[in-house]
């Protein structure tokens, strides 16, 4: 392992139920990286990989090309046989304004990055996406409220997708 893998096994974890330990644990971290952001004000990426057993590892990381992560993504879930993946990024993300968004529908199609649009066009949010060999998927999409008055800065309730696809979806196939 390298410098940026950190060992860790979460309490309460139950290799006899590695399903709902996952669920738990996924949840768990979700909270955590709220709690974070909120206090730091930033939360750093990392990934979470969980085996069977729950002796898994953290990996803080930083990919400049997204799809070269999701490759390493799935290697990572093959070389150590994982179980499940949760992973924390802030990132921009285009919210869909009614069932007709043609900008969605751009972003949608690869015509346009998230990260090209205007600023009025994209949010700001912090994401926990959580993924396991059994078929759990779920995705929390937290927006980020910067007050540029007070400079303080909240989160909204969170928007949850579940069976979520694209570059980061279906990492077991």
Partial sequence: MNKNTIPMAPSGWNSADPSGSFRAFAESI???ARETFLKDKSHAEM???MPLNGQGHIVLTRFDDRDAMAQWMKKQIEKHYVFGVVHIVEAWVRLAEGTNDHILQQVINGEIRV?????EDRKEALTVSAQARDGYSINWIDEIVRDKTTGSLSLQPSIIFRDFEGRFGKLFG
């Fill in 47 to 49: 990934v979470f990989f």
């Fill in 115 to 119: 990260s090209e649009l205007r600023e």
């Fill in 30 to 32: 979700h909270s955590m």
